[in-house]
């Protein structure tokens, strides 16, 4: 399967400020996902990374908060904007491959303060 | 997108078999059934998919009834190591068209000495 390195593992940041969240993949795949899972709580999809066009955004996420960029099959990052605690959670990159099926990082555990 | 169902804990002892048991009354004719594992602090990882009947593989079986309105994951003789949330999803796979994957509540399995 595909293997992806997510970067940063963990961060503390100030409220206001934004964090970029890098995912890389180790082979060029058909589609990228960001998701963010609550501590305890099941996975719940952000927003569907698209080469070269704007991401796909679930109920609830707005580019605004969460921009989402994939120049090319196997790199995307998120931005999590102006932070508030709200926004403490785990947040994870996936990718899928017609081969490979669906993998995932191993998340970026952020917490605001 | 078809709902599922499933146990939010189990508890199960060193060396015996583990059944979990998904519903998904709404299965559409299309849909495969996927179950995924997750540690703490780790992506979820595939462990089975399965359209109908019994699949088998090196880590657990699939059990799905001819009406596909459930499905139960069945891991041999657990380990301590096999204590993690099982997810169970059910949905279109990438060769089928599907975009994403939409995760349920998850069974958070304990595995006890």
């Known amino acids: 399967s595909a293997v992806i390195s997510q970067k940063p593992s963990r961060d503390i940041c100030q409220r206001g400020t934004s964090l970029t969240i890098q995912c890389q993949v180790d082979?060029?795949?058909?589609?990228m996902f960001w998701y963010r899972q609550q501590p305890g709580q099941s996975l719940t999809l952000i927003a569907t990374a698209n080469q070269g066009s704007e991401a796909t955004y679930e109920s609830g996420f707005v580019i605004d908060k969460f921009p989402i960029s994939r120049p090319n099959l196997t790199f995307s990052t998120l931005t999590v904007s102006n932070m508030s605690p709200e926004d403490s959670s785990i947040y994870l990159c996936s990718a899928a491959h017609l081969d490979y099926g669906y993998t995932f990082g191993s998340g970026t555990r952020l917490t605001v303060v | 997108l078809a709902k599922t169902t499933q146990p939010i804990s189990m508890d199960s002892y060193e060396g015996q078999e583990v059944n979990i048991t998904c519903s998904h009354n709404?299965?559409?004719?299309?849909?495969?059934i996927t179950w995924y594992q997750q540690f703490p602090s780790q992506g979820p990882r595939f462990i089975i998919q399965?359209?109908?009947t019994k699949v088998t593989n090196e880590v657990a079986s699939l059990f799905i009834p001819a009406d596909r309105k459930s499905s139960t994951l069945s891991l041999p003789r657990v380990s301590l190591s096999d204590t993690a949330v099982y997810y169970c999803l059910v949905g279109s796979t990438l060769l089928t068209g599907a975009n994403n994957l939409f995760f349920g509540t998850g069974t958070r399995l304990t595995v006890i000495p």
């Open positions: 399965g359209y109908k």
């Open positions: 709404n299965i559409a004719t299309n849909d495969y």
């Open positions: 082979s060029q795949v058909t589609m």
